[in-house]
């Protein structure tokens, strides 16, 4: 059974940076597409990026195209989300996701992935 844990989240001020770890156990996540997601308060939950099995491709949300980097390493079973030039509205809590494919692409869509985090939390604050 694959299990993620996420973690780094914090409170950060607007215009600073974080990174978000996941961290994979019981399975190789070579063999998973990975996703971002975040849900803020009475909002859906909603993907920001994900990452292909091998790195190769990757797909923002395009509200934090440019802002946010996605990536992985296989070796380690972890994949890393660095934030940067945060905004108030970036504040959620944010899930990893992964999805098992024999493919090399990914999605941003919620019902893709059947392994969740339980989540970190990221609040942007002055």
């Known amino acids: 059974q694959l299990q993620l844990v996420e973690s780094g989240g914090g409170l950060v001020q607007p215009g600073g940076s974080l990174r978000l770890s996941c961290a994979a156990s019981g399975r190789t996540l070579a063999n998973y597409a990975i996703g971002w997601f975040r849900q803020a308060p009475g909002k859906e939950r909603e993907g920001v990026a994900c990452?292909?099995?091998?790195?190769?491709?990757?797909n923002y949300a395009a509200s934090v195209e440019g802002r946010f980097t996605v990536s992985r390493d296989n070796a380690k079973n972890t994949v890393s989300l660095q934030m940067n030039s945060l905004k108030l509205e970036d504040t959620a809590v944010y899930y990893c996701?992964?999805?098992?494919?024999?493919?090399?692409?990914?999605?941003?869509?919620?019902?893709?992935?059947?392994?969740w985090g339980q989540g970190t939390q990221v609040t942007v604050s002055s």
């Open positions: 996701a992964a999805r098992w494919t024999t493919g090399n692409d990914c999605a941003r869509l919620l019902k893709a992935y059947g392994y």
């Open positions: 990452i292909s099995r091998s790195g190769g491709r990757v």
